[in-house]
């Protein structure tokens, strides 16, 4: 099945480098950074995923990443792995624009960075609320989705 991911993949992307945002897909927080991306990666580059999806697990058993990883955001660049507060950053620079700015941020050594950032990660759910399952999105962020990375999969066994 990884490599029916990959296939779709390469198949979206085969010119340009791929971009996929793993995110968690309870938590509104993260499903209103998706939004954000949708609406302000004008260039199409990002494709998202749930990080309890199909697409989602598989991308991170791909990358020897495992369940402890629904904690973070999760960025997939062209084959590396970035997490946290390092895939934030390069989120914000990829993204372009002013928003590129805050990977300034990333001369910041990670266990610095990553201190704000399991912060607010221990607090989105209370901060932003939590749904059982993964939102629908609209049809304009649906389709920036990979095959099988909306809805909730399997838990790690």
């Not at 749930?50 to 960025?75: C, H, M, R």
């Not at 649906?142 to 999969?153: E, P, Q, S, T």
Request: with cysteine.
């Amino acid at each position: 099945m990884i490599n029916d991911i990959n296939q779709n993949m390469n198949n979206e992307r085969s010119n340009e480098n791929l971009l996929v945002a793993l995110i968690d897909g309870h938590c509104h927080m993260c499903q209103t950074i998706t939004r954000f991306l949708v609406k302000h990666d004008h260039k199409g580059k990002f494709r998202f995923a749930a990080l309890q999806s199909t697409a989602g697990k598989q991308l991170l058993a791909q990358g020897s990443l495992k369940d402890k990883t629904f904690d973070s955001f999760v960025l997939y660049d062209n084959g590396k792995y970035w997490i946290k507060s390092s895939a934030a950053l390069r989120v914000a620079q990829r993204l372009g624009g002013w928003w590129a700015l805050l990977y300034v941020f990333i001369i910041v050594p990670p266990p610095i960075r990553n201190i704000v950032y399991d912060w607010v990660a221990r607090n989105r759910y209370r901060w932003f609320g939590k749904s059982d399952v993964c939102l629908m999105p609209t049809k304009a962020v649906m389709a920036r989705f990979l095959d099988g990375g909306v809805g909730i999969a399997e838990s790690f066994e």
